[in-house]
């Protein structure tokens, strides 16, 4: 079993930007999608941006397009979320979460599809 720990969290004023990173143990993340979703308080949990195993093919929650950006090394085993213009309403907890299916060639929003999460990472945006 991977273990996944985000890290990069942190307070923000609005128009900001941070870069949260995913690091696996464990087991590698190469052969697998991941994707980052979040959760604002009060609200469901939510999809923000997915990474195919070999970085070919990524899918955006739509209204986050252009602000954010995803990316992996696999080197690392490491996925990054770099998150630019940032709004009081990206204020959530962000995971990153390995899907199960190996070498799977599209990008599901679908979080029950996703076998491991992490502990999740604190953003906060003030206006």
Sequence with gaps: QVQLVESG???VQAGGSLRLSCAASGRSLINY??????????????FVAGITWNGLHTSY?????????ISRDNAKNTVSLQMNNLKPE???????????????????????QYGDWGQGTQVTVSS
């Design 9 to 11: 969290g942190g307070l």
């Design 33 to 46: 999608l991941v994707s980052w979703f979040r959760q604002a308080p009060g609200k469901e949990r939510e």
């Design 61 to 69: 929650k739509e209204s986050l397009e252009g602000r954010f950006t």
């Design 90 to 112: 990206d204020t959530a907890v962000y995971y990153c979460a390995k899907e199960k299916i190996f070498r799977r060639e599209d990008v599901t929003r679908r979080d029950y």
